[in-house]
């Protein structure tokens, strides 16, 4: 396999021996067919007219010799040479004709004759050849013959030329012209635009780094969430720079064959280098940072090696121009990497989700690129917008403007702020559907008791500290509360929240989280008893369940030894502190939700009539006293 591989590289390095080796090739393959062809010491003329055979004892006088050549075979040949002619005659007869003729003609008048012996066949061969056998029947005759050999030695150079099947990398070569946008696109991250322009510097001014003997060649690895923008970036750079950028997918490096991965990316390499100055951009890398040596296998590693190699530059002659960006969606802050990996990149820069104001000026430049009419500014809160789409890339950010623009369509109406609270949802949750839990009524009562015990739970710590309902609605993450199926989810119902842009929370805050989660199956156990908590908590158990085990064995939160017990592998996790704490937690909620029995009832009714409440909705029906609940004394409980 690798002598295959260097013999491939040495043809392609050198395509005068590669013609070369091709004509020797060609001339031994026509020697080869020109010595099959019969070679014979005179002119022959071939016939089946048995009147020449008869017509030989009037010739005896001329009869040099008679021959008759394959006698028991389905076509015998005799074959006569005249004195005074230069021709050899050879005349073909049929197997049945031949003992006429041998009797009648040759016996009866006395004519000499013998069985032709192999040598003179041997130096005639025309004598056994048919009328038709021509120099095209011959050719085809001897391709038969050779037709496994001729398809072998094809097979030999194709993979000479383009390597084995799979072996090969599809990379997209981009010139600068072809190149869409521009640094401006990319809104807000003035911190890493910052970064793009210091790197173009140091490749355009590097005369001036190697006065303070920087002279490695900078190679770029871009880390951060999918859908930031390191695609586009590495696009950006390579228009600045006027260099073409070669594009490929290091996931498709891999082909199953041993080495083919090193292979494709020597094969970039030289693309490159054929270029002089340009960018090779390896997207979704992950794979190739990770720590080397983990299998058994040595050559799981080649890959990585032979990146390694090609990103070191110690080959300075080649490719002096190749500048390498390597993207990958997680860093080694989140996974473990290579270290001589890293080493290799003199430039990293990481991406970042967008905060609030770069959210706004995102939706703003996504949204003014529609034609005029198509937005309702006035009745937009881009603000507001911003605030529900915490944590979302600028891709998911364009999907929920794109999926705006569909329900619009559909609705035939413009984007405002509450059809792009609904392209969020369907852009998150998915498609809802009421018909499907329309008609289950009961379970519909369930889910409508299960979210608002959810809500509750909620604003139950600020209620509980005396905050007025319109400071509790400010707080607040809700944005609806819905019986309507998600199939998607697979859920009869759902809470939608807004989420923070930076989720560092305490262990009060974790631990109202865990009480928010179980306020649903506490609201369950609350009017229905404790044999009658469904399955539909599953989920929120596991997340609390989840969350209790990080705070106990991973933060030691309820210990003095900050220790992460998880590190170590032959420690058990300490469950019963974790059941512990789950069982108080549980035990709180379960009590805390009884006081809001009441409103959860009343608003239930509500909630089952009308599918999905609002947080506006919810927070008014609250205020104006709709819930038969006791005035102010009970809504301080609520």
């Known amino acids: 396999m690798f002598t295959l591989y260097k013999l491939q590289a040495a043809l392609r390095n050198n395509y005068v021996r590669a013609g070369l080796a091709l004509l020797a090739l060609s001339i031994a393959v026509l020697l080869g067919w020109r010595a099959d062809v019969p070679q014979d010491p005179q002119p022959v003329l071939r016939s089946q007219d048995i009147a020449q055979i008869t017509a030989l004892p009037a010739q005896r006088q001329r009869l040099e010799y008679l021959l008759v050549a394959a006698p028991l075979s389905e076509a015998p040949r005799y074959v006569f040479k005249l004195r005074g002619d230069p021709l050899l005659y050879v005349v073909k007869v049929p197997a049945t004709t031949h003992l006429s003729l041998e009797r009648e003609v040759l016996l009866r008048h006395n004519l000499p004759y013998a069985i032709a012996r192999d040598d003179y066949l041997a130096s005639h061969r025309a004598v056994l050849q048919d009328e038709d056998d021509s120099t095209m029947a011959r050719a085809g005759g001897w391709l038969r013959r050779h037709a496994v050999d001729l398809l072998l030695v094809g097979l030999v150079l194709f993979v000479l030329r383009h390597g084995l099947p799979g072996t090969g990398v599809a990379a997209t070569v981009l010139t600068p012209d072809q190149l869409a946008g521009s640094m401006d696109d990319l809104i807000g991250m003035d911190d890493i635009k910052q970064e793009v322009l210091h790197l173009e510097d140091m490749i355009r001014n590097r005369a001036v780094y190697r006065q303070h003997d920087i002279d490695k060649p900078f190679n770029v690895m871009l880390t951060g969430p999918a859908g930031t923008g390191k695609t586009k970036l590495a696009g950006y750079l390579a228009k600045r720079l006027n260099v073409p950028l070669i594009q490929a997918s290091a996931s498709a490096l891999e082909s199953g064959y041993i080495g083919g991965g090193a292979k494709a990316l020597h094969a970039l390499h030289r693309k490159a280098c054929a270029r002089g100055s340009c960018i090779i951009f390896l997207d979704e890398a992950q794979g190739l940072f990770m720590p080397r040596g983990r299998g058994d296998k040595k050559w799981e590693d080649d890959t990585a090696n032979a990146l390694l190699g090609l990103l070191d530059g110690v080959r300075s002659d080649q490719g002096a121009g190749v500048i390498w960006v390597v993207a990958s969606n997680f860093d080694d802050a ?245 059941q512990a704490k789950a069982d108080e937690l549980y035990s709180y909620t379960l009590g805390a939700i009884a006081d809001y029995r009441v409103a959860i009832d009343e608003l239930k009714d509500v909630l089952m009539e009308q599918y999905v409440l609002s947080k506006d909705a919810i927070f008014s029906l609250l205020e104006q006293r709709q819930l038969g609940a006791a005035p102010a004394v009970e809504l301080a409980k609520i």
């Not at 690129?369 to 600028?394: M, Y």
């Not at 999907?399 to 998150?428: H, K, N, P, Y």
């Open 334 to 578: 989140s996974s473990a990497m290579d270290e001589a990996m890293l080493r290799r990149f003199s430039v990293k820069i990481n991406f970042r989700l967008p905060n609030k104001a770069e959210r706004r000026e995102l939706l703003r430049a996504f949204l003014a690129r529609k034609a005029e009419g198509c937005v309702a500014w006035d009745r937009l809160d881009l603000d507001q917008v911003a605030e529900i789409t915490a944590n979302l890339s600028p891709a998911l950010l364009q999907t929920v403007v794109d999926r705006a623009s569909m329900i619009a369509i559909q609705e035939q109406a413009a984007i405002d702020t509450g059809l792009m609270f609904r392209a969020f949802e369907r852009a998150t949750i998915g498609l809802t559907d009421r018909a499907t839990s329309a008609e289950k009524t009961r379970q519909r009562e369930r889910v409508a008791l299960h979210e608002l015990g959810h809500f509750f739970m909620q604003i139950d710590p600020w209620l509980r500290q005396g905050l007025t309902l319109a400071q509790i609605k400010e707080r607040s993450p809700l944005l609806k509360i819905s019986t309507e199926s998600v199939s998607k989810l697979g859920a009869l119902g759902y809470v939608l929240s807004a989420s923070d842009d930076v989720a560092l929370r305490t262990l009060e805050e974790l631990e109202r989280d865990v009480i928010q989660l179980y306020g649903g199956v506490a609201a369950e156990e609350l009017f229905y008893g404790a044999r009658g908590i469904s399955v539909g908590s599953q989920n929120d158990i596991q997340k609390a369940t989840s969350m209790l085990d990080m705070m106990v064995n991973q933060l030691s939160m309820y210990s003095r030894s900050k220790l992460d017990y998880s590190q170590f592998k032959n420690q058990e996790r300490d469950l019963d502190q974790v």
